[in-house]
């Protein structure tokens, strides 16, 4: 109990807690939809923390072979319990494996995000009936098997083949090649794998079921699997190979709610190639949603520990200040916090845009041109999915590694929590489309669209922007106007959509100009590159701590890819300022409202002034703006220092789901730290046996 425990409270955090200007129960409140959401919540974490049998050795003192074998205890555990207590709400049961868990994964983690997931919304009626009662069971345990060895992203270039054979009503599954071997999908030792090739998907067991009681002692014949090894991350879970010769499965085991294949072997296209994306667009959204968790998270790590470390002088004699009043340190945190909730909004626009659009589809909806000019539509939410994983899971990978270093050397020990923040959302910058591609397969869609709206048709939904003609004229910078008011967080929304629409059409344009120097359509997109992924020199200063578009542009610096990728990042940045901004007209709390303002325009303009550049431009800026955008963000820093402890205890993270010493909600970093460095093994004897094994027999011939 928080309020109990506040006389043990180290007396910096508490005074944190003191000065903050608002009541951070609302903001709880706002962030979860409601007051009696965040009470099921808290009720339903409560009931994790309180249960015994989730009281375990720290795992970063096991092995992976103990680390994975906990990991199974703890999932089975979990659906025993989840069971006991009649938790079936999908949210629900997310709130209850997000304490069991902690920063780890669960050994089950693929059954739920993408087996279920693909069954729900590929199965056909009968299908469902067969497959539901199994995988919601447990009877059957599946995992998602898509990546090749040779193939990701690309995905109509899998070489897993299926071969349809009228005579026996069979598909002949096949691996002929080394590189067509199914990688990484997790839970290798599970019994069920959901097999995609190109648009279609499968389902096949991967060893052969006990009819009495469902056990699988060994592979189906033609059928090879195996663990691919140590990861950067991921222990707990077995990620491995899938190698499949001429296995046999019924023709009913293919997944045919949109496409079919028919008993003579006609092929059956769905009403629409993206409906059978499903999955992937259910994980896309879902990962926007996670980068905010995941940033947030190391913010709360990071902010909390600022508040309690003293450090250096800020005037000779003075005591020690805390870190967290040195402006450098502000802005290295305070734009990521910005960048969690604004991620964390988007994340709740993406989840509910999908559950619409797929309520739609199972209602035999599947419009693609809503007539409400703000609805987002199927296609657009595949493009908008794709660009979003990348810009979100860029922007918070490289700022939790800020937060990581800006815990000083701390932040290197596994007791802080950040490393293992880090590693496991690393791998969302590669999985499910790697992060370039995923830009590039937005900016198509981006220039398509920008082409129809050329030719007269009315765009709608979120990028309904481009239907308005581009006036802003080139004329020297020194005489632009202002055109974006730096105070004013609707006129930045503007600025923000002008320089997406600015950047598009510089794309479209260049795409055209190679097509009329009489290149194919294919060398045109590839050498058009430049002008949709460009990152302009500011974004190189030594001035952008957490910017991820420096990464990629080092990386892509002499690529054809990198115009593509600014063109997609800037309607992607448009959409997150669009949102955040949005979601402060349901805040009615003065209080709250106001500090939540100040995030998103510290979030609007930290980005202009990364992004100077294209403002300047695409004449939203004038030269004189720049050095007001620097002093309006120092003073959007100093309005945000009071709130800072107060707005990362809004994201309500129990002690035990951080699993940080230094993100401890009671600030007593430091005898929280030696304690946990004393349960190390290496200090189970005062001389370990390596001493006496090479050490002590060197010394004696020395």
């Known amino acids: 109990d928080r309020s109990s425990a506040r006389s043990a409270m180290n007396p910096d955090i508490r005074r944190e807690r003191d000065n903050a200007t608002f009541n951070p129960e609302i903001l709880t409140n706002i962030l979860d939809g409601g007051v009696e959401k965040t009470k099921r919540r808290r009720e339903i974490e409560s009931l994790v923390i309180s249960d015994p049998d989730f009281k375990h050795d720290d795992l970063n003192f096991m092995s992976r072979s103990e680390r994975y074998d906990a990991a199974v205890k703890k999932s089975c555990q979990m659906i025993m319990k989840l069971r006991d207590y009649g938790i079936s709400d ?269 309520g739609d589809i199972n209602q035999g909806d599947f419009s693609e041109l809503p007539e409400d000019p703000y609805r987002t539509t199927t296609e657009q939410l595949h493009a908008l999915s794709a660009g979003l994983k990348a810009f979100t899971t860029w922007t918070a990978n490289a700022g939790i590694e800020v937060c990581r270093m800006s815990c000083g050397g701390h932040g290197y020990s596994r007791c802080s929590s950040l490393p293992d923040i880090y590693v496991t959302f690393t791998p969302t910058c590669t999985y499910e489309g790697e992060n370039t591609v995923m830009m590039l397969q937005t900016a198509r869609y981006l220039v398509k669209s920008y082409r129809q709206a050329r030719e007269g048709h009315q765009l709608t939904g979120i990028v309904s922007y481009l239907n308005e003609p581009q006036r802003l004229q080139p004329q020297p910078v020194s005489n632009r106007p202002t055109v974006a008011n730096i105070n004013d967080l609707a006129s930045l929304v503007e600025a923000y959509k002008l320089r997406a629409a600015k950047l598009v059409e510089v794309a479209a344009k260049s795409l055209q100009a190679e097509l009329q120097r009489s290149r194919s359509q294919e060398d045109a997109w590839n050498n058009s590159s430049l002008e949709l992924v460009r990152a302009s020199d500011v974004r190189n200063s030594s001035f952008c701590f957490f ?99 107060a707005l990362v205890d809004s994201f309500d993270y129990r002690d035990e789901t951080l699993n940080s010493v230094l993100g401890r909600y009671d600030g007593n970093v430091y005898e929280s730290m030696f304690e946990w460095a004393k349960k190390s093994p290496l200090n189970r004897t005062e001389v370990h046996e390596a001493y006496h094994k090479y050490m002590k027999p060197l010394q004696s011939k020395l």
């Open 547 to 645: 910017s991820p578009l420096k990464r990629i542009d080092l990386f892509l610096r002499n690529s054809e890819h990198r115009t593509k990728v600014l063109d997609t990042w800037a309607h992607c940045h448009y959409v997150v300022v669009k949102l955040f901004a949005a979601k402060l007209s349901d805040v009615s709390d003065t209080a709250v409202h106001s500090v939540l303002n100040t995030l998103a325009l510290l979030y609007a303009l930290h980005g202009v002034a990364l992004n100077s550049g294209d403002f300047l431009q695409a004449g939203l800026l004038n030269v004189p703006q720049l050095a007001q955008i620097t002093q309006r963000i120092k003073a959007l820093l100093a309005d945000i220092r009071p709130n800072a402890v």
């Open 90 to 358: 999908p949210e629900e049961i997310y709130f209850y494996k997000r304490v069991a868990r902690g920063v780890f994964q669960e050994a089950f983690g693929l059954h739920y995000t993408m087996f279920l997931p693909t069954l729900y919304s590929q199965c056909t009626p009968e299908q469902r009936k067969k497959w539901l009662p199994l995988a919601e069971n447990f009877k059957a345990i599946g995992t998602y098997a898509q990546t090749e060895l040779g193939h990701g992203t690309h995905i109509r270039k899998l070489e897993t083949t299926a071969t349809f054979d009228p005579s026996t009503q069979e598909f002949v599954l096949n691996c002929p090649t080394v590189t067509s071997i199914k990688w990484w999908p997790g839970g290798r030792k599970l019994n069920i794998q959901t097999l995609s090739f190109s648009q279609n998907s499968f389902i096949a067991y991967t060893s052969r079921p006990d009819r009495s009681c469902y056990t699988y002692p060994s592979c189906v014949a033609g059928v090879t699997v195996g663990d691919i090894g140590p990861k950067f991350g991921f222990d707990e879970v077995d990620n491995g190979y899938l190698k499949l010769d001429n296995v046999r499965i019924p023709r009913d085991n293919m997944l045919m709610k949109y496409a079919q294949v028919e008993p003579d072997g006609t092929y059956v296209k769905p009403p629409s190639d993206k409906l059978t994306y499903g999955t992937m667009v259910f994980i896309r959204a879902m990962i926007v949603g996670e980068s905010g968790r995941s940033l947030s998270k190391a913010c709360t790590i990071a902010i909390r520990y600022s508040a309690v470390r003293h450090q250096s002088e800020l005037r000779p004699g003075e005591p020690e200040p805390q870190i967290l009043d040195y402006q450098a340190q502000q802005y290295k945190l305070f734009p990521l916090l910005a960048a969690a909730y604004a991620f964390t909004f988007v994340g709740q626009y993406m989840s509910n845009t999908y559950h619409r659009i797929t």
